[in-house]
């Protein structure tokens, strides 16, 4: 079969064309993509975004909400079984842009069911419409309202997930500096302690990691720290000072692309003579303890160790 020079450039248009046409789908989908992010940060520029309480709570715990610099502050109490001393001051995970889940609630439950602690669970501000100088104009006078109510070096258990867990330790960071009573103890599960997510194990870590997206935090992460503090320790406390820290807990699994800096602040602690205690499990994912996502036992066993380290 003799082909033509006719022939090839029929072929070679019909290939051009057919290369503007995939061109023009692909410009098209991330059109598509860039105005449905455009309007999702849209919306959440515009809207308040704030955590409310499950319906039912009241018919089972003392609950009393609080307004506090524009904010709702929730303190939990138990109703039907003795209350204890001890008060746990939670910040919930959801990347600095989302409202305490159905989870978290459930978990805050269970905590005062076991343990017959007191709750304070703050709503803060979220991402994007605000960024972790509005947050930290509302926990660190929160902190110190609270250090003014109790005995928090013998009764404040001070724990986050996630971003709530970063924002823990980062907050931890900061009232050290101020000279401020630590809290009886910190426990931060999967905790968020740098949003630039630069360690190269990350990438490894991936590779296992269903739940969490390392472009995606960024993004997120980009939001909160606003336009001058994407390297602040209050962004990024794994830069923090945590020489005055005292008894820290972590509990993280293997399945987690946050793992890797939990094992570099480790790192850091025992260079300065700090304990800081890590309970890692095995292929357990992101907030295992609160999201059940892993295996029921790898759940059970570390809300388990978890109680052990309230209760010691």
């Known amino acids: 079969m003799k082909i033509t ?17 995939i061109l023009k789908v692909i410009i098209g989908v991330l059109i598509s993509i860039l105005i449905i992010f455009l309007a999702v940060i849209s919306y959440f520029m515009i809207t308040n975004t704030q955590t409310k309480e499950p319906e039912d709570i009241l018919q089972k715990y003392n609950l009393e909400v609080e307004e506090y610099i524009g904010r709702k502050v929730f303190v939990v109490t ?9 008060v746990i001051l939670y910040f919930h995970g959801g990347s600095y842009m989302a409202e305490a ?5 459930e978990f805050i439950e269970k905590l005062i069911n076991d343990t017959g602690a007191t709750v304070i ?16 104009n509302m926990v660190t006078p929160l902190y110190k309202e609270i250090e003014d109510r109790i005995d928090v070096a013998n009764q404040l258990i001070v724990m986050g997930d996630s971003a709530g867990g970063g924002l823990s ?19 931060l599960i999967s905790p968020w302690l740098d949003v630039r997510l630069n360690n190269p194990e990350i990438e490894k870590v991936q590779e296992k990691d269903p739940q969490l997206n390392k472009d995606a935090l960024k993004l997120a992460g980009i939001a909160y720290a ?23 807990t972590i509990f993280i699994g293997t399945y987690d692309i946050l793992n890797p800096d939990v094992h570099e602040l480790a790192k850091k602690a025992e260079q300065q003579n700090i304990n800081i205690e890590i309970k890692e499990y095995e292929e357990a994912k ?11 036992k790898l759940v ?11 209760n010691e």
């Open 5 to 21: 020079n006719m022939t090839i450039k029929l072929i070679n248009k019909k290939g051009e064309k057919m290369k503007k046409k």
């Open 78 to 86: 138990p109703k039907e079984r003795e209350k204890t001393s001890t």
């Open 101 to 105: 889940t159905d989870r978290h609630w």
């Open 121 to 136: 669970f703050p709503d803060y501000p979220l991402t994007p419409k605000y960024n972790y100088k509005d947050v930290f």
């Open 169 to 187: 330790l980062a907050l931890l960071e900061k009232i050290s500096e101020e000279n401020l009573p630590m809290p009886k103890k910190t426990i």
């Open 226 to 248: 606003g336009e001058d503090g994407i390297n602040s320790y209050l962004v990024n406390p794994i830069d923090g000072d945590i020489s005055k820290l005292k008894n820290v």
């Open 286 to 296: 992101h907030i295992w303890i609160i999201d059940r996502n892993s295996d029921e």
């Open 300 to 310: 059970n066993q570390a809300y388990q160790d978890l109680l052990s380290t309230i």
